[in-house]
């Protein structure tokens, strides 16, 4: 979090550690204006203590033990004869619906297991006072957690934590599963690479399990589990751990010690600022989830049953090809599989994938009856004279590995007029119509070459492309980003007119994945 006298909301998060692997909160996202605090109002309710919730603390956080963590859920196999198979996964056994669906929406799940103390602090009144008069942000990412919360609250009861860890993603990236920071922690948990790397989570140029949502849903419960442990028990110091790092925790807490000052979250004094409003910041969403009347807030209503399942194929799957069979918009899609940073599953696996719970018996049928070489699709390149593994895979801003790995190549020679197949949804197709047919518009310079542009103050993607006349989805496609990740002062990205790679668009869909 930025320095200063007050915290800033931010649409995706920072980190404050380096040497402590451990994810962490808040930092601008590319494509957005950031939101900035309002001058606190004195007269808050946080002088009211909502109802019902623990006795006020400054001590250690009083917690029931973690129960063991349950087995994985049951899977669903539909058989696609002898060489195919689809798992699908549900979120509970079938025919048998667990207790938990009984709450009828998931506000009142939530509620039914905070247990955390509440903390009698001026930042906590200061963070429920900009809840409260950003109702826009807080809208925004309500709407936002209708896709995952009824899944992360499922895997925090399972494991017996409190639940006030369900709403921490709002906190550390407010639900956005792109949500990149200035450190480079990314997804709904904002893991940074090497914690990720710690708790199991693939990495690599077609997937990023850190903004799996299953995946980093898993891993972030067991790294909050273990700082747990590492803290006796005492939740107030394990969810700062996860701000600002184990290590650095048990440094302040030792300061404290070597002082004579009392160890619990709200005494310690080197802390740093983002870590000091961090616990302040998760109880105030929980003071007001907790009892949003009495904040003059109504939330958005989120059934207390399951928005997505699990599919697994046995081999690579494109999420156009999904998009298809669901009749989803492949944006909509990816937002429930933000992983596959390539839209499309890792050639080496895994080739599982989320789809809405009433989207399932669709999918497992028509992939069922699809020949594995029509669930990617493909465009051919035919080779030339002077091209090469790395002048191809630049052409179509894929990796030379892709190229190999499509086409089953141990070396790097080619042929005159050898044809080589590329997946679209690693790249985007130079020059060509769409995968939906829509013809390309294209936009030139002089040069027809890339343009060079370096971010300035103040600019994001979303500015950029309106200044060149293209999509922002163009922009980050052509420079291997995300549309929401963060842009640094001073990079510079390709903007391709003219003879380069084409700006591609098409009505009413602008994509080449669906």
């Given at each position: 979090?930025?320095?200063?006298?007050?915290?800033t909301?931010?649409?995706a998060?920072?980190?404050?550690?380096?040497?402590?692997?451990?994810p962490?909160a808040?930092?601008?996202?590319?494509?957005?204006?950031?939101?900035?605090n309002?001058?606190?109002?004195?007269?808050?309710?946080?002088?009211?203590?909502?109802?019902?919730?623990?006795?006020?603390?400054?001590?250690?956080?009083?917690?029931a033990?973690?129960?063991?963590v349950?087995?994985s859920?049951?899977?669903?196999?539909a058989?696609t004869?002898?060489?195919?198979?689809i798992d699908?996964?549900?979120?509970?056994?079938v025919?048998?619906?667990?207790?938990?669906?009984?709450?009828?929406?998931i506000?009142?799940r939530?509620?039914?297991?905070?247990?955390?103390?509440?903390?009698?602090?001026?930042?906590t009144?200061?963070?429920?006072q900009?809840?409260?008069?950003?109702?826009?942000f807080?809208?925004?990412?309500?709407?936002?957690?209708?896709?995952?919360?009824?899944y992360?609250?499922e895997?925090?009861?399972?494991?017996?934590?409190?639940?006030?860890?369900?709403?921490?993603p709002?906190?550390?990236?407010?639900y956005?599963?792109?949500?990149?920071s200035r450190?480079?922690?990314s997804?709904l948990?904002?893991?940074?690479?090497?914690t990720?790397?710690?708790?199991?989570l693939k990495?690599?140029?077609?997937?990023?399990?850190?903004?799996?949502?299953?995946?980093?849903?898993r891993?972030?419960l067991?790294?909050?589990?273990?700082?747990?442990?590492?803290?006796?028990?005492?939740?107030?110091?394990?969810l700062?751990?996860?701000?600002?790092g184990?290590?650095?925790?048990m440094?302040a807490?030792e300061w404290?010690?070597?002082?004579?000052l009392?160890?619990d979250?709200?005494?310690?004094r080197?802390?740093?600022?983002?870590?000091?409003h961090?616990?302040?910041?998760?109880?105030?969403?929980?003071?007001?989830v907790?009892?949003?009347?009495?904040?003059?807030?109504?939330?958005p209503d989120i059934p207390?049953?399951p928005?997505?399942t699990?599919v697994?194929?046995?081999?690579?799957v494109?999420?156009?090809?999904?998009?298809r069979?669901?009749g989803?918009?492949?944006?909509?899609?990816?937002?429930i599989?933000p992983?596959?940073?390539?839209r499309a599953?890792?050639?080496?696996?895994?080739?599982?994938?989320l789809?809405?719970?009433?989207k399932?018996?669709?999918?497992?049928?028509?992939?069922?009856?699809?020949?594995?070489?029509?669930?990617?699709?493909?465009l051919?390149?035919?080779v030339?004279?002077?091209?090469?593994?790395?002048?191809?895979a630049?052409r179509?801003?894929?990796?030379?590995?892709?190229?190999?790995t499509?086409?089953n190549?141990?070396g790097?020679?080619?042929?005159?007029?050898?044809?080589?197949?590329?997946?679209i949804s690693?790249?985007v197709?130079?020059?060509?119509?769409t995968?939906?047919?829509?013809k390309?518009?294209?936009?030139?310079?002089?040069?027809?070459?890339?343009?060079?542009h370096?971010?300035?103050?103040?600019?994001?993607?979303?500015s950029?492309?309106?200044?060149?006349?293209v999509?922002v989805?163009?922009?980050?496609e052509?420079?291997?980003?995300?549309k929401d990740?963060?842009l640094?002062?001073?990079?510079?990205?390709?903007?391709?007119?003219?003879d380069?790679?084409q700006?591609l668009r098409?009505?009413?869909?602008?994509?080449?994945?669906?």
């Open positions: 979090m930025p320095d200063g006298s007050t915290p909301f931010d649409d998060t920072s980190k404050t550690n380096t040497k402590d692997t451990a962490t808040s930092a601008t996202r590319a494509d957005t204006t950031v939101a900035t309002p001058t606190p109002v004195a007269a808050s309710p946080n002088s009211k203590t909502p109802a019902p919730r623990p006795e006020s603390t400054s001590g250690a956080s009083a917690s033990p973690i129960a063991a349950e087995p859920p049951t899977t669903m196999v058989s004869g002898a060489s195919e198979s699908e996964t549900v979120m509970f056994p025919g048998e619906e667990p207790q938990s669906l009984a709450a009828p929406t506000w009142v939530i509620r039914s297991g905070l247990r955390l103390p509440a903390i009698d602090h001026a930042l009144a200061q963070h429920e900009w809840f409260i008069e950003n109702a826009e807080r809208e925004a990412m309500f709407e936002r957690a209708k896709l995952y919360l009824y992360i609250v895997e925090v009861e399972k494991r017996g934590m409190p639940m006030e860890v369900a709403l921490l709002a906190i550390e990236s407010a956005k599963p792109y949500a990149y450190a480079r922690a997804g948990w904002q893991f940074i690479p090497s990720g790397r710690l708790y199991g990495n690599n140029w077609w997937y990023d399990g850190r903004r799996d949502v299953v995946a980093s849903t891993a972030a067991d790294y909050l589990q273990k700082l747990q442990g590492d803290f006796n028990g005492d939740w107030q110091l394990a700062a751990a996860y701000n600002a184990e290590g650095r925790m440094r807490i404290n010690r070597r002082h004579g009392p160890t979250f709200v005494h310690l080197q802390l740093k600022r983002e870590t000091k961090y616990v302040p910041k998760l109880m105030a969403m929980v003071n007001i907790a009892d949003p009347a009495r904040y003059g807030i109504q939330l207390n049953e928005y997505f699990r697994e194929a046995d081999s690579q494109d999420l156009g090809v999904i998009a069979l669901t989803m918009d492949v944006d909509d899609l990816h937002f599989n992983g596959y940073t390539r599953t890792d050639p080496n696996g895994p080739h599982h994938f789809v809405p719970v009433d399932r018996d669709a999918v497992v049928t028509g992939l069922s009856e699809m020949p594995e070489k029509q669930r990617v699709q493909w051919h390149h035919e030339h004279r002077g091209d090469t593994l790395f002048e191809i630049r179509y801003r894929v990796t030379v590995d892709v190229i190999k499509s086409n190549l141990r790097n020679t080619l042929s005159i007029g050898q044809s080589l197949m590329l997946p690693a790249s197709r130079p020059g060509a119509p995968a939906t047919g829509a390309p518009v294209r936009t030139t310079t002089k040069s027809g070459d890339a343009i060079i370096r971010v300035r103050h103040g600019e994001t993607l979303s950029i492309a309106r200044h060149y006349n999509l989805r163009q922009l980050a052509w420079n291997l980003m995300s990740d963060v640094q002062l001073g990079r510079k990205l390709k903007i391709w007119n003219g380069g790679p700006a098409h009505d009413p869909q602008p994509t080449v994945y669906a």
